[in-house]
Nanobody
Framework: QVQLVESGGGLVQTGGSLRLSCAAS????????MGWFRQAPGKEREFVGAISSRADSTYYAPSVKGRFTISRDNAKNTVYLQMNSLKPEDTAVYFCAAHLSGRDTSVAFSRSEYDYWGQGTQVTVSS
């Protein structure tokens, strides 16, 4: 069992930055690829980005590539989402999720592949 808790959300102006954190419980964090998703009001939850279990690989949705960066610290059981140059369309609840991948470089892109989810943190970007 893995429990995930996101933090770091808030209100920011267009062009600003935020860093989200996702703290995981358990001693097997390094066996999980981690993903970030977001869900805006009235829309489906969408993939933002992912990082492999040992940070060998990262992937991003086209809408955030070049602005967002995912990193992880396996010693701290934490994954991060650094968000720069924020836009109003980035407003959403952001979720982290864990996908059991072992020690390979794979990540998961679809919601159904993830085994555990956090409760989400609200990010609001004002224009």
């Amino acid at each position: 069992q893995v429990q995930l808790v996101e933090s770091g959300g808030g209100l920011v102006q267009t062009g600003g930055s935020l860093r989200l954190s996702c703290a995981a419980s358990g001693r097997t964090f390094s066996m999980y690829a981690m993903g970030w998703f977001r869900q805006a009001p009235g829309k489906e939850r969408e993939f933002v980005g992912a990082i492999s279990s040992r940070a060998d690989s990262t992937y991003y949705a086209p809408s955030v590539k070049g602005r967002f960066t995912i990193s992880r610290d396996n010693a701290k059981n934490t994954v991060y989402l650094q968000m720069n140059s924020l836009k109003p369309e980035d407003t959403a609840v952001y979720f982290c999720a864990a996908h059991l991948s072992g020690r390979d470089t794979s990540v998961a892109f679809s919601r159904s592949e993830y085994d555990y989810w956090g409760q989400g943190t609200q990010v609001t970007v004002s224009s």
